[in-house]
Nanobody
């Protein structure tokens, strides 16, 4: 059974940084396209960043130049380094894994105060 467990969320002031981590268990991590999504109150869930098994990345325009997604296949972990955070980055951040099926983590809250 595939499980995704996120960590690293919290409260930070505008301009600050956080690093989110997501560990996949129960399957072969290297097979999966990994991504980070976020959902703010009253908004739809949106893609923040994605990374292929080979390390190719893509980002939402709103986070380009501030966020970096990376993966460590030896640790079954995907990361999201978030720098220069803004109040509009406040949301619940979800880890996502796609192969033949799609899996979601439970989410971690990120709150950026102005």
């Amino acid at each position: 059974q595939v499980q995704l467990v996120e960590s690293g969320g919290g409260l930070v002031q505008a301009g600050g940084s956080l690093r989110l981590s997501c560990v996949l268990s129960g399957s072969m991590f290297s097979l999966y396209l990994m991504g980070w999504y976020r959902q703010a109150p009253g908004e739809q869930r949106e893609l923040v960043a994605g990374i292929t098994s080979g390390g190719s990345t893509n980002y939402a325009d709103s986070v380009k130049g501030r966020f970096t997604i990376s993966r460590d296949n030896a640790k079954n972990t995907v990361y999201l380094q978030m720098n220069n955070l803004k109040p509009e980055d406040t949301a619940v951040y979800y880890c996502n894994a796609k192969a033949l099926r799609v899996y979601w983590g439970q989410g971690t809250q990120v709150t950026v105060s102005s």
